[in-house]
């Protein structure tokens, strides 16, 4: 599943590659990924004559900021128009987005496909159709709206995520260290890899109990978290998961992780062997001679 890097990179790619496009045409090939407004024609006609503004995330979300074009003739950029809500994307498992000039015919894991006045195409494609959209018009609240969006926790790059919030929301909990990270409504963005990596880089063994971690650890941890994130958005995600970006490539983090996918071979500091067991039905990766 993308995480926090890889959804970033798409937003990257999709602010780059979407400058001023004008939403002429939506065609919706799977009912489902729109999960709102329930009734797809109001998606499709709300969104239809609607500049993408600006991209925004939000954990895993992509958001998408609308502006209203009155015309054809419409001259950019449009300061003064009026917003027209918001596009909001979860990917999901596989979702994806590919940017094509002079749009082809589509796959058949095509989901939702937006076309602007050219014929250039925004097109979604998602095999196992996990991945939502919805169209929230400006009058609505997103949080509201969309439940897991208004739960979610701070960003790690925020400076209300730092080890006094972590230790205010571990006290008491007898949960692991590694149920806490995936927990999108304690931290926002973190999926299994990089709560993997990030607690091998702080030391810490994947299956303590949340509150026996010290304060100096948390410390550790929001540092390596914060550190493990960037360097991956600066590789354009990881190669794992059926993550794409608009270019079709996946990243390439996967040949630096350090615990991840390496199950059997050796620790990178101390030369034990990777070792791999469920957690909360996840598998976690860690090296028990340095992870305490
Ligand atoms: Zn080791």
């Not at 709560?195 to 390596?224: C, V």
Request: glycine share 8%; with cysteine.
């Amino acid at each position: 599943m993308p995480e926090l890097p890889e959804v970033e990179t798409v937003r990257r790619g999709l602010e780059k590659k979407l400058d001023n496009f004008i939403i002429k045409k939506v065609e919706v090939c799977r009912d489902s990924t729109v999960a709102f407004p329930k009734n797809k024609d109001e998606f499709i006609k709300g969104l239809q004559n609607s500049l993408i503004h600006k991209w925004d995330r939000r954990g895993k979300y992509l958001i998408a900021q609308l502006k209203e074009v009155q015309n054809e003739n419409t001259q950019l950029p449009l300061e003064n128009s009026q917003y027209n809500g918001f596009l909001v994307v979860h990917l999901r498992m596989t979702g994806y987005f590919k940017f094509i000039e002079n749009s082809s015919h589509p796959c058949k894991h095509t989901r939702i496909r937006f076309f602007d006045k050219n014929n250039n195409e925004l097109r979604y494609i998602d095999v196992r159709s996990f991945g939502q959209m919805w169209w929230i018009n400006k009058d609505l609240s997103l949080n509201k709206i969309i439940k897991g969006l208004g739960s979610l926790g701070p960003e790690p790059f925020s400076k209300d995520f730092d080890a006094n919030y972590l230790k205010k929301v571990i006290s008491k909990r007898t949960k692991s260290i590694k149920a806490i990270l995936l927990d999108q409504t304690i931290v926002a963005g973190i999926g299994n890899i990089y709560a993997d990596e990030s607690l091998y880089s702080a030391g810490i063994s994947p299956f303590r109990e949340a509150q026996t971690i010290k304060n100096n650890e948390l410390i550790k941890l929001k540092e390596s978290i914060v550190t493990v994130l960037k360097k991956s958005i600066g590789s354009g995600g990881t190669t794992f998961s059926d993550f794409r970006d608009l270019e079709g490539e996946n990243g390439n983090f996967g040949l630096q992780t350090n615990v991840y996918r390496r199950t059997g071979k050796e620790c990178r500091k101390c030369g034990n062997l990777i070792e791999r067991q469920k957690i909360t039905g996840r598998s976690t990766h860690w090296c028990p001679r340095c992870q305490k």
